[in-house]
């Protein structure tokens, strides 16, 4: 003992003892850290990060809260532009009890403009909006506060967008431009605040945001540095057991056709827009599906031109899903939009002769080399969602022959 203790003894085998006691010291913290975790994971009302099974095995998911009939429910209505949204949203928004919010993130996505354009000058590639964490965190303090009609503190890129003068938040976007003192503006989004939380449902149409599934301890931090990043709207379907997510999907081709027509700022280069369009689509729909595994009966994907050939019986099918009666006079409203044979010429208006048709006259326009183009770039999302390629120009003209197919996981 007298040996080990020595002065000659420990100097011989200091490192060793050094090493020692720092391992046992970082296993100690690394365990302490990692109950913690678990331990704030569990207390959390978000439902998301690791948990030992009883095989003592680590999954990611906690057992779903579940949605009573008394709770008021969200709808999130997640798409891209050009896409159906708008006469989606109509059908949606008829039913009395819901609220309807839209493009909420339109203002906050116009304020990154800028950066993107200068990524695109100094790298000479594009800049995903959806990539940037720090729009992320932004839009998801949005997303949270419109859903639950919480309106205290709504940023000006919300509360001052222009897509407030549609539909139930029209009185608030009326009020907010009449006001010239920041009392006033808050009586404005009071009062909005009072309107939205009358109604059941709250509904957002939301283009500007993207599909991706969050696993681990959410935005807790190892080290000083994040576990995993915040990038969806997938975390939100455990922290509001009663939110529901339809995902919309369009033939990428119709989109780009369409966004041409609409948009002055579209690139005149078919194959930069259709390898940006398609790579995001298609992370878009692997996150969906695995959503759709996770969250059975509380997500959806539906195909626009499936709404447009059959209004009614893909309305009724939403109303379902949404657990929503589809009357009589709901029946009506959707004839008059799709089928009644009043024609709008306004690209902009969700009032159609005739929807089907509208929804393919893309077919009529597009150049037969720009749509093989995207026919290469698109292959796998056109699989997935069920579209098909054009062999010739005839086939891209003749409107009979049809451009999709069947598959098991849509609406």
């Known amino acids: 003992m007298k040996r080990i203790l020595s002065t000659k003894y420990l100097l011989k085998y200091r490192l060793t003892i050094y090493f020692g006691v ?9 365990f ?3 109950r913690r975790c678990i331990k704030d994971v569990s207390k959390s009302s978000s439902g998301l990060g690791p948990v030992l099974t009883s095989r003592g095995q680590l999954t990611d998911v906690l057992p779903e809260r579940t949605c009573e009939p008394h709770m008021t429910r969200q709808v999130i209505l997640l798409t891209y532009g050009r896409s159906g949204s708008s006469l989606t949203t109509d059908i949606i928004q008829h039913e009395k009890q819901v609220y309807t919010y839209f493009e909420p993130l339109h203002n906050l996505a116009k304020s990154y403009v800028g950066k993107q354009e200068k990524y695109m000058k100094t790298y000479k590639k594009y800049l995903p909006l959806t990539s940037l964490p720090d729009y992320l965190a932004q839009a998801e303090n949005i997303v949270r506060k419109l859903m639950t009609c919480d309106y205290h503190q709504l940023p000006p890129v919300a509360s001052k967008n222009p897509h407030m003068r549609f539909y139930d938040s029209a009185p608030m976007f009326h009020c907010m431009r009449r006001s010239t003192t920041p009392q006033g ?3 404005c989004l009071q009062q909005g605040q009072k309107t939205c939380l009358k109604k059941l449902i709250h509904f957002l149409k939301i283009i500007r945001l993207t599909v991706r599934l969050l696993t681990s301890c959410d935005n807790r931090r190892w080290a000083g540095k994040p576990l995993v990043k915040t990038e969806s709207v997938g975390h939100l379907m455990s922290n509001y057991p009663c939110l529901q997510v339809i995902y919309l999907v369009r033939d990428p081709r119709g989109t780009f056709m369409s966004k041409k027509r609409a948009f002055v700022n579209i690139s005149v280069d078919t194959k930069f827009e259709g390898k940006k369009f398609c790579q995001r689509v298609d992370k878009d729909i692997d996150h969906a599906l695995k959503l759709l595994k996770a969250h059975p009966g509380r997500v959806c994907i539906v195909r626009y031109e499936d709404i447009a050939e059959r209004p009614e019986e893909m309305s009724r099918k ?9 009357t009589d006079d709901t029946l009506r409203f959707v004839f008059n939009k ?3 044979g009043v024609n709008n010429s306004d690209i902009f208006s969700t009032f159609r002769a005739n929807s089907a048709e509208v929804s393919y006259a893309w077919r009529s326009r597009m150049k037969y080399q720009d749509a093989a183009l995207f026919d290469e770039i698109c292959r796998e999302v056109y699989y997935k969602l069920g579209y098909l390629p054009v062999n010739t120009l005839l086939h891209l003209r003749d409107r009979r022959k049809p451009l999709k197919f069947t ?3 849509l609406l």
Not at 22 to 30: P, Y
């Open 318 to 326: 939403l109303y379902t899903f949404l657990h929503l009666n589809f």
């Open 407 to 409: 598959k098991n996981h």
């Open 338 to 340: 799709t089928q009644s």
């Open 32 to 34: 302490t850290e990692f």
């Open 185 to 187: 503006e808050a009586k």
């Open 22 to 30: 720092i391992s046992i010291l970082a296993t100690a913290i690394f």
